[in-house]
């Protein structure tokens, strides 16, 4: 278990919909990062935030949005879902906001867009 | 831009077997890191080695970060051992993790 929980474990639900996915830290970790796995792209990065403000970005969609709240627990919203988003989704946490720390994975996300 | 490459992408072995995988990278390293995708999709963290070797167990690690590589040790292997590894970097200013696209590893009885 490596402290980093994320909700729900599987979601599915259809085109066009929104949802939100939920990733929670592990105790002391100040950055999250967001990461998607899916078949035919492999692990991307998306986004990270530090301390409630955007760090980096990555690949991600304009439909897709991200934000990190003051009890550092962070959420991402997909809009406008089409098949192509069906994918595991990662959250990861650090301590700090530096490309040298230790990244800790939560169990994933698995959508399903039918 | 930004090459992280694994080898072999599939490997077949026999219970008791040893195995190495291996990651080449294309930058300066800030952060490398092996992980374990098990068949139920968690990402379970091996190793935290931007450079040196390390081991946990029957598995070990050695990244040589002015060569750009990384070696992953698997001995004396397990059916549980079965899954994907991947080898991930920070390179250059970069402060997310590139996957490689992982070793698929069967380990049968």
């Known amino acids: 278990d490596s402290g980093v929980t994320q909700t729900p474990k599987h979601l599915i639900t259809a085109t066009g919909q929104r949802v939100t996915l939920r990733c929670s830290p592990r105790?002391?970790?100040?950055?999250v990062y967001w990461y998607q796995q899916s078949l035919d792209q492999g692990l991307q990065f998306l986004i990270q935030y530090y301390n409630g403000e955007e760090r980096a970005k990555g690949n991600i969609l304009e439909r897709f949005s991200a934000q990190q709240f003051p009890d550092l627990h962070s959420e991402l919203n997909l809009s406008s879902l089409e098949l192509g988003d069906s994918a595991l989704y990662f959250c990861?946490?650090?301590?700090?906001?530096?490309?040298?720390?230790?990244?800790?994975f939560g169990p994933g996300t698995r959508l399903t867009v039918l | 831009g930004i090459q992280v490459e694994q080898s072999p992408p599939d490997l077949i072995l026999q219970e008791g077997a040893n195995s190495t995988l291996r990651c080449n990278f294309s930058d300066s390293v800030n952060n490398l890191q092996w992980f374990h995708q098990n068949p139920w999709g968690q990402l379970i963290n091996l190793f935290y080695?931007?450079?040196g070797t390390k081991q946990n167990g029957r598995l070990s690690a050695t990244t040589v970060a002015t060569e750009r590589y990384s070696l992953l040790y698997i001995s004396s292997s397990q059916t549980t051992d079965s899954g994907v590894y991947f080898c991930?970097?920070?390179?250059?200013?970069?402060?997310?993790?590139?996957f490689g696209k992982g070793t698929s590893l069967l380990v049968t009885p």
């Open positions: 105790s002391g970790d100040l950055s």
């Open positions: 080695i931007p450079s």
């Open positions: 991930a970097v920070t390179l250059g200013s970069g402060y997310a993790l590139n």
């Open positions: 990861a946490s650090t301590i700090g906001g530096g490309p040298s720390n230790e990244q800790f």
